[in-house]
């Protein structure tokens, strides 16, 4: 694809402020919640991650495509951000491991784009006004019109994505750190009795499951709408809860699946949505943050330890509704001092709001996966 040959696109937002720009990708007309990721590499990972589903995703990295993209790097089959906003886009990218384009790849998965817009300008206006939803389009270029179906669009508040990206069967992940690119296996792994982990799919990422198996784990992937007695069937280890799109609130099954697996005191960790499921599931409440935190380099800690981490969500567990005889507060998001960890006084189960599993983003709180191995092989 050449981008020499430009086509108008419209970018309209839920309060009426509009962008013009050119299509990259495919054409046509997509609605979602706008967002913006700050971070400045793992573009594709980040489209292909299944908690994007039904977002539009603002990049704030002023060129996109420069490495192309390559199988290896999805986080899922394909992409699930519902379009895409760029400064500017690359169609002939460089890199050893590129096999297409990212506007060709964009297009083959009917990904609607927009560039050539000051996406600075658009992020500042997220950043005061909060994220809403918008529109990108090539075949309505008049911003009343665009506009209406802005506003006829279901807010992502409220909003259960999961049964649109959660697995339709059980199934076992094969798959570990074995390629050249990955960083290191554990050395837990190494001789020692594989742990059955059974991970509930709210949208989970690949490379969570990656460094699940590199840590000795055998991992059983389930459906949300999954029963306790039938995960407990798998004798698991473990029990992981992953990552995930829309509202955690609107989860109801996830939620009353893992009030049930609590009963069974099994480890169990949490990433983003899996962190706020377990929160739900222990009487806390959620709430959706003003603009989310998506990128590579927010920081997280407690009490002087503080790790670099790589975040994407919306929404967050209310400080004020957590019970301080069940769970502690283990890690803040340095930024806004929102809950971002969360550990039960009593219980093998712990949480976090970010992604220790990076892909992309920095390794700091790899150790996370140790530290499930162990309380996992501390119960055997």
Known sequence: MSLTAVQPALLVLADGTTYSGFSFGATGTTIG????????????????DPSYRGQIITFTYPELGNTGVNLEDEESNVPHAKGAIARNICDRPSNWRSTQSLPDYLKQHNVVGIYGIDTRSLTRKLRSVGAMNGAISTDVLDPSELLEQVQDAPSMAGLNLVKEVTTLEVYEWSEGTDKEWEFSPSALANGAELLTVVAIDFGIKRNILRRLASYGCRVIVVPVDTPADEILKHNPDGIFLSNGPGDPAANIEGIATTKALLEAQKPVFGICMGHQILGLSLGADTFKLK????GLNHPAGLRQKIEITSQNHGFAIAADSLSDALVEVTHLNLNDHTIAGLRHKTLPMFSVQYHPEASPGPHDADYLFENFVKAMRDRK
Do not use: A, D, I, K
């Open 291 to 294: 603009f989310g935190h998506r």
């Open 33 to 48: 919640e706008v967002v913006f990721n700050t971070g400045m590499t793992g573009y594709q990972e980040v489209l292909t």
